[in-house]
């Protein structure tokens, strides 16, 4: 069974590079072809990729399409894509983010190629790192039990790290409530990165 299993593996793990393969050649062509997208060829490029790859990992890698890699496949095409479908299929609606403001359209084709790639790189990373294996039964089991006490361990480390950033924020936010008023609390400038370990803290303690 052992032997078996290594060569499904292996398999897929075939069928997969190969698939991402001939993606990544399509898209250099694609770059070579065309320097300059616009918003409707980027929109249907983008779904037609979508397709293929949620497909791909449906038939190659086995998954079903409700499943957190294919979920999270999707949501990365709504959140980079979003905006490319509303612009080139003329959805109607309110545009709070006019791309024309942002960037050049060169600019944008150059970002989108990036997409491309990107998603490219995420199909090979899924279909490789998935095992078709004949005990996933016993290793969901394995996992539910190793969970609860793997997320204790984390959402401690995280606490640990969270902390002391958010004990600053609350004293140094009171202190400038204190001198400016709340008001005062949007014009300072508060480095990214501390609020980014603050946050670790408050997501630990509003689980647990």
């Avoid at 400038?176 to 408050?202: H, W």
Wanted: proline content about 3%; hydrophobic content about 50%.
């Amino acid at each position: 069974m052992f032997f078996r299993n290594n060569f499904n593996i292996k398999i897929q793990s075939a069928f997969v590079f190969y698939f991402f393969l001939i993606e990544f050649l399509f898209i250099i062509i694609f770059l070579n072809l065309i320097t300059s997208f616009s918003y409707t060829q980027m929109a249907i490029v983008s779904i037609v990729q979508l397709i293929l790859n949620l497909m791909a990992l449906k038939f190659l890698v086995k998954l079903d399409f409700i499943s957190i890699p294919c979920m999270f496949v999707l949501f990365t095409f709504i959140f980079h894509c979003g905006e490319i479908l509303k612009y080139g299929f003329d959805i109607p609606g309110t545009d709070y983010f006019p791309l024309e403001l942002y960037a050049s359209n060169f600019e944008i084709s150059k970002a989108f190629i990036f997409y491309l790639l990107s998603q490219a790189f995420i199909f090979l990373g899924i279909g490789v790192s998935i095992k078709p294996s004949q005990n996933s039964i016993y290793r969901i089991n394995q996992l539910s039990m190793k969970l609860p006490k793997d997320s204790k361990n984390t959402g401690r480390i995280l606490f640990g790290i969270g902390i002391i950033p958010r004990l600053f924020l609350d004293v140094y936010q009171l202190y400038i409530s204190s001198r400016g008023g709340y008001m005062a609390l949007f014009t300072e400038n508060i480095p990214q990165f501390v609020s980014t370990l603050a946050f670790f803290s408050m997501q630990v303690l509003s689980i647990y």
